[in-house]
């Protein structure tokens, strides 16, 4: 069983950023999938942006704004989010796919509001 832990949202005025963090408790590698997702209220979960064998896929909603990255030797994935606007406001969670099992971290808090 894997353990994800999520780290670095809070509260930020539009047009501000900020850098999620996502520690896996195993060792990753280029091939396993990770990424982010994101669940507004009243909404369905949703691909926010995810990496695997050294590709980067992004919702057109966030494509020149968030970056996704990884450091495998940390066992950690990021997501830079710039430009922030009050509709990126969600609980973002992260994702990893190992040895054809999903997994999932409880989620942490973003708000985007002046």
């Known amino acids: 069983q894997v353990q994800l832990v999520e780290s670095g949202g809070g509260l930020v005025q539009p047009g501000g950023s900020l850098r999620l963090s996502c520690a896996a408790s195993?060792?990753?590698?280029?091939?396993?999938?990770m990424g982010w997702y994101r669940q507004a209220p009243g909404t369905e979960r949703e691909l926010v942006a995810i990496t695997d064998n050294g590709r980067e896929t992004y919702t057109e909603s966030v494509k020149g704004r968030f970056t996704i990255s990884r450091d495998n030797a940390k066992k950690t994935v990021y997501l830079q989010m710039s430009s922030l606007k009050p509709e990126d406001t969600a609980v973002y969670y992260c994702?990893?796919?190992?040895?054809?099992?999903?997994?999932w971290g409880q989620g942490t808090q973003v708000t985007v509001s002046s």
């Open positions: 994702y990893l796919r190992k040895f054809y099992r999903d997994y």
């Open positions: 195993q060792s990753i590698s280029s091939m396993n999938t």
